[in-house]
């Protein structure tokens, strides 16, 4: 499990909440069932999506069987067996830089100071004033939990 860099706060009532850019991420829809997990001896919560019992791919409850913490159904895995009604997932094609120009590319970005981080985030912030943090993210060359982090030190 890894950080995010995110903190929210508590409400009066318990509740928190989940940042937008999470849930697009991980696809959790308004009104979704979410599993709560706890580990006393770490502190740690964690959530999932509940899916139920039902098939991963196709939600029937029929002839389920339990593969890699999903339900998948008879129909479906017999589908996968022969290979129908699926398309495989293309990887993109590598840039056209090579390895030193990609590894001089990392570590010109790795060598930013935090200060020139938060200068250039205020600078980004002031031209895109409504610009989403996976934006500042996208345009600065690092994670959006960096991006929160540098708006705590503004």
């Known amino acids: 499990m890894k950080s995010t860099g995110m903190t929210r706060p508590?409400?009066?009532?318990?509740?928190?909440?989940?940042?937008?850019?999470?849930?697009?991420?991980?696809?959790?829809?308004?009104?979704?069932?979410?599993?709560?997990?706890?580990?006393?001896?770490?502190?740690?919560?964690?959530?999932?999506?509940?899916?139920?019992?039902?098939?991963?791919?196709?939600?029937?409850?029929?002839?389920l069987t339990y593969f890699r913490d999903s339900f998948i159904c008879g129909e479906c895995i017999e589908s996968l067996k022969k290979g129908i009604h699926f398309s495989p997932i293309l990887r993109p094609a590598k840039s056209a830089l090579s390895n030193s120009q990609r590894s001089n590319k990392e570590s010109k970005r790795l060598r930013r100071s935090t200060q020139q981080m938060i200068?250039?985030?205020?600078?980004?912030?002031?031209?895109?004033?409504?610009?989403?943090?996976?934006?500042?993210a996208k345009i600065l060359e690092v994670s959006q939990a960096r991006i929160s982090q540098l708006k705590k030190m503004l």
């Open 10 to 63: 508590l409400d009066a009532l318990g509740r928190i909440v989940i940042p937008k850019e999470m849930r697009i991420s991980m696809d959790y829809n308004v009104g979704d069932p979410v599993e709560i997990f706890a580990d006393e001896e770490t502190g740690i919560l964690a959530f999932r999506k509940y899916t139920g019992v039902t098939c991963k791919m196709c939600g029937s409850t029929e002839q």
């Open 119 to 136: 200068e250039s985030l205020k600078e980004l912030m002031q031209k895109h004033p409504n610009a989403a943090q996976h934006e500042y």
